[in-house]
């Protein structure tokens, strides 16, 4: 079992019974619209489905899913997912009760800096829709630089595509924080 401890937050796999706090952090209009896969409304069922693959994914190695946890409760969501051999796709939300302080920042230099040490990251890529601009910002502040390409991604809440802005970090960009500890 991986668990990542940064500052106040411990960030742990994701387990079969955090289906029920999935589904109350979930179904929230504004996650669901700035992120892709994260139909509106959202029910228990699709929880149970989202933590059942979070688990067989994070075992097979296919997806790196967290439960990010604040005074042991779930507060917050973050994963990485392979592009390719060393390269892995960033993703990340918060509830709607958690946002401005300062926790997607946190919980994503966690992941990024378990995918650069634990996974032989070379490579992060990561997107926000340009109607999200708190999104950007996270990723501006984590070191992430514009590629320069706008496409379009497809989100199951707003069943369009809708105009994403991409970004990567490279491993001689990202700056390891010492104080996060990562226990296998
Ligand atoms: C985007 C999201 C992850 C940010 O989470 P958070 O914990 O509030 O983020 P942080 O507090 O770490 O940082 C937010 C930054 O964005 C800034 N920000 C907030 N709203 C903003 C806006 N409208 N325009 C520009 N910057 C904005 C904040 O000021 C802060 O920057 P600062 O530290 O320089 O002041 C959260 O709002 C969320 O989960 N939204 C719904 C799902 C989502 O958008 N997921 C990301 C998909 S790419």
Not at 97 to 110: H, M, N, P, V
Not at 124 to 150: M, Q, Y
Not at 157 to 167: G, I, K, L, P, S
Request: aromatic share 8%.
């Amino acid at each position: 079992m991986t668990f990542i401890t940064a500052g106040k937050l411990i960030l742990r796999p994701i387990e079969r019974g955090d289906a029920p706090r999935f589904a109350e952090l979930c179904n929230d209009e504004t996650l669901a619209r700035n992120t892709s896969r994260i139909p509106h409304p959202y029910s228990l069922q699709e929880a149970e489905q989202f933590v059942r693959r979070s688990e067989a994914e994070f075992l097979s190695g296919q997806e790196s899913r967290f439960a990010v946890c604040l005074d042991g409760e779930i507060v917050a969501c973050t994963g990485v997912m392979p592009n390719s051999d060393k390269s892995f796709e960033l993703g990340y939300w918060v509830g709607a009760l958690y946002r401005g302080k300062g926790i997607a920042g946190t919980a994503a230099k966690a992941i990024l800096q378990f995918a650069f040490e634990k996974l032989g990251a070379e490579l992060i890529t990561a997107g926000h829709f340009t109607d999200n601009p708190a999104s950007g910002r996270v990723l501006e502040k984590l070191g992430f630089r514009p590629t320069g390409e706008i496409i379009g991604t497809m989100s199951l809440a707003r069943n369009c595509d809708v105009e994403t802005a991409r970004f990567e970090l490279r491993r001689e960009h990202f700056a390891a924080d010492p104080g996060i500890r990562i226990e296998s």
